[in-house]
């Protein structure tokens, strides 16, 4: 999500309640493969679904009875458990630590229980009417609708394994692979981010269908009356509405040329390729693997052409440790900052200098609104939802971490870390750790500063220039 159009965004972030549980949550199932079936009613609002989830139980004891999480306004009409019918309960109830978050609590009992190391198939069905989640987070304008529908991870379309609370929804990853059909009526195309099969009719009705390319975090569907826009290679391909095939064309070399110079920096993924769906403005850009939803703002002002560049960055970014995940610095800090080097790349250093003193002079905004955040050190962003200053303070950081070590340290850096977090994900410690390997240097101060303590909000709000604050450090 582009930094300059985060104003909403940022509002709404900032209203969410300090609390972000880091206590132990539960120890609960995960799922390994989701298979979801999707006819959509656009004309009233509702779709109907079936779910079915693989369950693998990780811990140490049997696992009796699994929470799942819905659309609040979603209502499940019958459950099985291993193709047998399941006893279950659900309720509309209030997140625990955000009580303008309201789901609908599915709990399933599992008979027998799942063991230490199995696994099961849970299967829902269930229906209802989409209408988002604004009154929560403002981007969440998720709907089905005739002219654009939009089922995200954010709406709990799908069922998420977890209890109403942040401990629990913010639990460590563990990725998933998926099978998605979703049934529209005429005129309409299903856009998703796996891989397409061929489209099949059932009754009036078309059915799109799609595989993850591999494992992954989560579920995006879209439907609308979508073009396809493909670039040359095949690699690259864009779903787009009406009136913007010209900026598809423009988006699409885009991501490729930002594919390459990212490759090229920091390691060309494993999968190559990206699927690019487009979102009404304001709903809420963001990044998946392989795939993204862009705002139509990139596909109707060349000068927006730099947000794409974000959400690829996304790809080549660090995972975090499920007790720093909300604190979002390695996903969109990292994403923010490579977005620069990337402008800095394909439009000079001035621009590149333009995007750094924007989020130096975004982060003197929220710093002047509220004390809080120049108080406010940026390992404990997490601890206080504080998450969307990443974007600013968080990129910035990066920016005299880079200008400290050097380009081949940094590129080196990067890719240490991005090798490393896949093994299990990175907390501030850990990225301390890393960044004095590679330097061959001690960065304590530098880290005290920026990550541990608000000196750096000092530096930010003052008049030092970048190249004195840098010095600092040497």
């Known amino acids: 999500m582009r930094r300059s159009s985060l104003a909403i965004v940022l509002l709404v972030l900032a209203l969410v309640p300090a609390v972000l549980a880091q206590a132990k949550a539960p120890d609960l199932p995960y799922v390994t493969h989701y298979r979801i079936e999707a006819d959509l009613d656009t004309k009233n609002h509702a779709g109907e679904f079936v779910a079915e989830l693989r369950l693998q139980n990780f811990g140490s004891a049997p696992v009796e009875e699994v929470p799942l999480l819905l659309y609040r306004l979603f209502v499940v009409d019958k459950v099985e458990y291993q193709g047998r019918l399941a006893a279950f309960h659900q309720a509309v109830v209030a997140d625990q630590d955000d009580k303008t978050l309201q789901v609908n609590l599915v709990r399933v009992t599992l008979s027998p229980a799942l063991p230490p190391g199995g696994s099961g198939v849970v299967r829902l069905k269930y229906q209802g009417e989409l209408h988002g989640y604004t009154e929560v987070w403002a981007y969440v304008h998720d709907t089905i609708a005739p002219d654009y529908s939009l089922l995200r991870l954010d709406t709990f379309f799908y069922p998420v394994v977890s209890l ?15 099978e998605v059909s979703a049934c529209v009526p005429p005129g309409l195309t299903v856009a998703a981010g796996g891989r397409p099969g061929e489209p099949r009719s059932k009754g009036k009705n ?3 269908s799609f595989v993850s390319l591999g494992p992954t975090w989560r579920i995006d569907v879209a439907a609308a009356k979508f073009s396809v826009k493909s670039d040359p290679s095949g690699q690259f391909r864009a779903y787009v509405l009406p009136g913007h095939e010209a900026g598809a064309e423009r988006v699409l070399e885009a991501v490729q040329r930002s594919t390459d110079y990212y490759s090229e920096l ?23 693997d392989y795939y993204f939803l862009q705002s139509a703002a990139a596909f109707e002002d060349p000068k927006r052409i730099s947000e794409v560049y974000h959400e690829i960055g996304h790809g080549f970014g660090v995972e975090p440790a499920a007790s720093v995940q909300r604190a979002r610095f390695f996903d969109e800090a990292f994403a923010s900052y490579f977005e620069s080097l990337a402008v800095r790349h394909f439009d000079g250093e ?7 003193d924007r989020s130096r002079g975004l982060f003197r905004q929220w710093a002047e609104s509220d004390k809080k955040y120049a ?11 504080m998450g969307n200053l990443s974007y600013s303070k968080g990129a910035y950081a990066l920016f005299v971490l880079h200008q400290l070590i050097g380009d081949d340290k940094f590129r080196e850096l990067v890719r240490a870390l991005r090798q490393q977090s896949r093994a299990g994900g990175l ?3 850990s990225f301390q750790q890393t960044a004095e390997r590679v330097a061959h240097r001690p960065l304590d101060r530098y880290f005290q500063e920026w990550f541990f303590g608000n000196a750096s909000s000092e530096l930010l709000l003052g008049k030092q220039s970048a190249e004195e604050i840098v010095a600092r450090y040497r």
């Open 164 to 178: 109403p609370s942040a401990a629990s929804r913010y639990r460590e990853k563990r990725d998933f692979t998926y």
């Open 206 to 208: 078309t059915c799109f």
């Open 266 to 288: 920091f390691g060309r993924p494993e999968e190559v390729g990206y699927t690019v769906i487009e979102i009404p403005n304001g709903w809420g850009s963001q990044a998946s």
């Open 350 to 356: 001035p621009a590149f200098q333009e995007d750094m």
């Open 375 to 385: 108080a406010t050190p940026i390992a404990e962003y997490g601890l206080h939802e």
């Open 427 to 429: 907390d501030f410690r």
